[in-house]
Nanobody
């Protein structure tokens, strides 16, 4: 599975951004998908994950209620809708694919996209 993330950019606090992650590979529907982020000088952290079917999602407390993960299996794409952005959301965002149903643990992900920068100003 190859992953290509896009949609990052500059935003002001309170704005919204939408990230996309296009996957190649016939077995995309068999993978749980997740979004992670890494801010400068910090470790990579979990943001959100979604099951193979899209029927179950799980979020980090820091984004719960503001971010929404979704997937379109027919389009081989997973999305991250980010609302009410805060300066602390500034990071490089990565999408990833896991052979697990879904996971918040980065070590359980097998494939990673290249990352897309999100910068939120106050």
């Amino acid at each position: 599975v190859q992953l290509q993330a896009s949609g990052g950019g500059l935003a002001q606090a309170g704005d919204s951004l939408s990230l996309s992650c296009a996957a190649s590979g016939r077995t995309f529907s068999r993978y749980g998908m997740g979004w992670f982020r890494q801010a400068p000088g910090k470790e990579r952290e979990f943001v959100a994950t979604i099951t193979w079917s899209g029927g179950r999602t799980y979020y980090a407390d820091s984004v719960k209620g503001r971010f929404t993960i979704s997937r379109d299996v027919a389009k081989n794409t997973v999305y991250l809708q980010m609302n009410s952005l805060k300066p602390e959301d500034t990071a490089v965002y990565y999408c990833a694919a896991s052979k697990f149903m879904y996971s918040a643990q980065s070590e359980q992900y097998d494939f990673w996209g290249q990352g897309t920068q999100v910068t939120v100003s106050s």
